[in-house]
């Protein structure tokens, strides 16, 4: 009998794969300087908000789309419908939201997350926020997290939203940051004053439910000065037969000696477009960890993007990706070192099975300020059977003499070797191989709190199947 | 005389953000350029060969290629799918590919070692060259199987002209052929110099090519090169781009046959506001083939380099591996460095390693170096006096020596004769 080669088995998606039904009010498909109008309308914003989006659609008409990353030619824009809202308004208390809404949310176990272990919560259900809640602990420490749309029509944050909304992600940055500027809805918005510490993480949901619709949603948090945040976001979808987009943006600015790590589970279904764009500032001390797991996804484009503006700002990057069946998944980082004596340490993982296409992408960029900085890259891919593919795009562009930076790459498959000692350990092949995987992820899920780990590793859960021998 | 610019040089097979600046580059070439075509061949007589060698060498393997591709199975991964013109994109079951995913699956579909063929500056380059060169003029090696052979063609710098030499290596099975091309500006003047070589090494062959560029800073050099590896076949190039006021060089290999390898030595030095400009392509087709792509280098004054280095592994190519390393020291505050080592991976049988240091002497280093009254300006200095020396020890052709110790002078770099 010929030997097989042992599977490792596609994510098992089903508990994100379901939905109770549509939202019940959308715009027409496509897009259209009216649709824009039509959007900051029903939101009754102010005007500078109105001229900002027909100016980002005006980019976005005139703008072409990449030619280096996975192609998007399958996305017609014309199919989607970039507004959908749900059939709530807001609440602060999941019993208010309506059934359908509520039972999303309680399978994909947001409200125990909250009970169990979050200072707040805020969960998107298509084009709004549907919930929105905080422990009284943080709101008497003066931390703001609400809407950003709330927090745009309160006369306290207007000003500094407009100061800083899209100031990181300029519409001009490219085509769907533009697209993104025309027709975002709903999103966070987090305040963090002075020499606050929260110990406990605030964490966005973002659930789009709508077939053949977008989702926009603007995340902008500020932390200012020796203040500590940890925010997590959540994503997820069911999969249909269309495809559709989410162009979110999520600007982080960072003050001195202050530290946010933001904490991202993207498991979006199999026909998503994800488009999705992150960025952040750090000031002189400050500290910006990024923890990443892409999952899911037809097409991905991902790259969180960390400039270091203050002198001994620092940056963390760890990142896994997931590529199986069908899916193009081009993800990684960019690190701007822009000041002198900072730092940035990257590392990723990505694994390719089932046919799929997983790519690493960076840019480490040291511009003639950072005088004495740092930054070390790390990747490192598994390919999981022949017919996948990996690839390794990481670039450097260094302008600075004491400077010190490092990249390491690898590609390949497991190692029989490694089978071999532990299957010598008496380990079956099968169980040797779920080991290697779930240690190759590990770096990831080990910086994830501990319920994220566990959904992290549902995420991969990796079954390993197959005749040996 | 041809084009005035040259566009698409040296571009990555997988491009990322253009904003980088790195995926590929525009060469502004001096105007109103005659063709010199002053090439200078020692070799001996019986090592020339005949115009059409390497065609006739690329399409014979072509027949063992086809062969093979018959014997195996039939490939039916969802990306060769993607390639169908008639799939639907909108299919969410096929990968939607990038551009240069969508080319290597038709390439590889196609499985044809002509087509597939490149040198490492690109077509248009390519083909300005082999034209600057002289149609047909190409000055062919090609000695007999098992058989050792060497030659040398110097190119020099002829004041106002592109000089040029087209070069083809025919190494059948067994032979070993080393050639030495340099590329040197010994009177004054400008211009370009630049060479185009196509090596095709057979079974078991071993190929040896050094090229050497030591010319002033008034002169461009364009140094491209192409490479087919047939069964066994071994070919290591070593590059010193030591001068030029600008240089592009370009090395794509073809792997095509199972234990083939290729080992690219590059040691480069730039000052002032040199341009160093390197691409390198290894394609890794046949099984447990090999590549060791090693660079080092020293950017000093306003100079500013790229190098950017693909190793792809091609679907096919079991228990392949690839390497790539880059050194860069940068002694001065206004050099721009940009890497960018890129693996392309369509096997799961192979093992891919890169890896890049880019900054000043090490702290350890320095350390040991001013613990023996040596300054960090002195251990620096070092590294580019090594650079030329090493180069000189590595070189017999005395014209070459010659050249490399007046570009010492002439960069005010200690440098002492040394005895090869």
Redesign the interface.
């Known amino acids: 009998m010929a030997k097989q080669r042992t599977e490792v088995a596609d994510i098992d998606r089903s508990l994100y794969d379901f939905s109770y039904g549509d939202s019940t009010e959308k715009l027409e498909a496509g897009l259209t300087p009216e649709i824009v109008r039509e959007i900051s309308e029903k939101k009754d914003e102010p005007e500078w908000m109105l001229q900002h989006r027909l100016k980002s659609l005006e980019i976005y008409r005139n703008m072409p789309t990449s030619d280096w990353g996975p192609s998007i030619a399958g996305l017609d824009m014309d199919n989607i419908v970039t507004y959908v809202k749900p059939n709530t308004d807001q609440k602060s208390d999941w019993d208010s939201l309506p059934d359908d809404v509520k039972n999303t949310f309680d399978r994909l176990g947001i409200p125990e997350a909250e009970r169990s272990y979050l200072a707040g919560v805020g969960a998107q259900y298509d084009s709004e926020l549907v919930y929105h809640n905080m422990q009284d602990t943080a709101s008497r420490m003066g931390i703001v997290y609400s809407g950003i749309e709330e927090a745009l029509h309160d006369p306290q944050w207007e000003p500094l939203i407009r100061e800083k909304f899209m100031t990181l992600i300029p519409p001009t940055d490219h085509k769907f940051a533009a697209l993104h500027g025309a027709v975002w809805s709903g999103g966070s918005f987090v305040y963090v004053p002075k020499d606050t510490k929260l110990d406990f993480p605030l964490q966005s949901y973002f659930r789009l439910n709508a077939k053949g619709a977008g989702q926009f949603e603007h995340t902008l948090i500020i932390v200012e000065d020796g203040a500590d945040l940890h925010f997590i976001e959540g994503c997820s979808a069911p999969k249909y037969n269309v495809a559709n987009l989410h162009a979110g943006a999520v600007e982080l600015f960072v003050g001195k000696n202050a530290h946010l790590r933001y904490s991202t589970i993207e498991n979006w279904s199999k026909n998503m477009y994800n488009l999705n764009t992150k960025r952040s500032t750090c000031d002189e001390g400050g500290s910006i960890e990024w923890v990443s797991g892409s999952f899911g996804s037809h097409v991905g484009y991902l790259y969180p993007m960390s400039i270091l503006a203050g002198r001994k700002s620092t940056c963390t990057f760890t990142g896994i990706t997931f590529a199986g069946t069908g899916q193009n998944l081009d993800t990684g980082c960019k690190v701007v070192l822009a000041a002198p004596e900072t730092s940035a340490s990257i590392e990723t993982k990505s694994i390719s099975k089932g046919g799929g296409v997983s790519t690493f992408r960076s840019s480490v960029v040291a511009t003639p300020k950072a005088e004495n900085s740092a930054c070390s890259v790390s990747c490192q891919s598994l390919m999981l059977d022949d017919h996948s593919r990996s690839d390794t795009i990481p670039a450097m562009d260094i302008r600075c003499k004491h400077v010190d930076i490092g990249h390491e790459a690898t590609i390949g498959r497991i190692g029989d070797d490694k089978v071999f000692y532990l299957m010598s350990r008496g380990i079956s092949e099968e169980e040797a191989r779920t080991m290697i995987v779930n240690g190759f992820a590990d770096p990831v899920s080990k910086e994830l709190p501990l319920e994220y780990a566990v959904e992290m590793n549902n995420l991969i859960k990796l079954e390993m199947e197959g005749a040996i021998g | 005389m041809g084009a005035d610019v040259l566009n698409n040089v040296n571009a990555m097979p997988?491009?990322?953000?253009?904003r980088?600046g790195?995926?590929e580059t525009a060469v502004e070439l001096p105007e109103g350029l005659s063709f010199a075509a002053q090439v200078e061949v020692e070799a001996a007589a019986e090592l020339i060969g005949e115009a059409g060698a390497f065609d006739a060498a690329v399409a014979a393997l072509q027949e063992r290629v086809d062969a093979a591709r018959a014997a195996g199975p039939a490939d039916t991964?969802?990306?060769l799918k993607a390639v169908d013109p008639d799939v639907?994109?909108?299919?969410?079951?096929?990968?939607?590919?990038?551009?240069?995913?969508?080319k290597a699956a038709r390439q590889e579909m196609a499985n044809n070692v002509a087509e597939a063929f490149e040198c490492g500056m690109g077509e248009q380059a390519t083909a300005w060259l082999a034209e600057a060169a002289g149609k047909g003029a190409a000055t062919v090696f090609a000695p007999a199987a098992g058989k050792h052979g060497q030659a040398t063609v110097r190119i020099a710098g002829v004041d106002g002209a592109a000089n040029v030499a087209a070069i083809d290596v025919v190494a059948p099975a067994g032979a070993t052929f080393d050639l030495t091309v340099s590329l040197d500006s010994p009177a004054a003047g400008s211009g370009v110099v630049g060479v185009v070589l196509r090596v095709f090494a057979g079974e078991n062959a071993h190929v040896n090519v050094t090229s050497v560029h030591t010319l002033d800073e008034t002169w461009m050099a364009l140094d491209d090169t192409g490479i087919v590896c047939d069964e066994g076949a071994f070919v290591t190039v070593r590059h010193r781009m030591l001068g030029a006021g600008k240089s592009y060089t370009g090395l794509a290999t073809d792997l095509r046959g199972d234990l083939s390898r290729v080992d690219v030595d590059t040691r480069y030095l730039a000052a002032g506001q040199d341009v160093r400009d390197f691409n390198y392509i290894v394609r890794h087709r046949g099984k447990k083939t090999r590549c060791n792509i090693d660079a080092n280098g020293a950017l000093m004054g306003e100079s500013k380099k790229v190098l950017r280095g693909t190793i792809d592994?091609v679907?096919g190519c079991?228990g392949a591996e690839g390497t790539e390393r880059e050194t860069?020291l940068?002694?001065?505050?206004?050099?721009?460095?940009?890497?960018?080592?890129?693996?392309?991976?369509?096997?799961?049988?192979?093992?891919?390693?890169?890896?890049?240091?880019?900054?000043?002497v090490a702290a350890d280093q320095l350390f040991y170096l001013k613990c023996r009254g040596l300054s960090q300006e002195a251990a620096e200095g070092l590294f580019a006096t090594a650079t030329l020396e090493e180069t000189a020890l590595a070189v017999e052709d005395e014209t070459v020596r010659a050249g490399v110790g007046r570009l010492a002078g002439r960069l005010g770099i200690p440098y002492q004769e040394v005895e090869g």
């Open positions: 997988a491009p990322t953000w253009h980088l790195m995926n991964r969802a990306i639907d994109p909108a299919d969410l079951d096929i990968p939607a590919l990038s551009t240069y995913e969508h592994l679907r079991k860069v940068l002694v001065d505050e206004r050099v721009e460095n940009k890497t960018i080592p890129v693996i392309l991976c369509d096997e799961d049988d192979v093992a891919g390693n890169h890896g890049a240091t880019i900054g000043h």
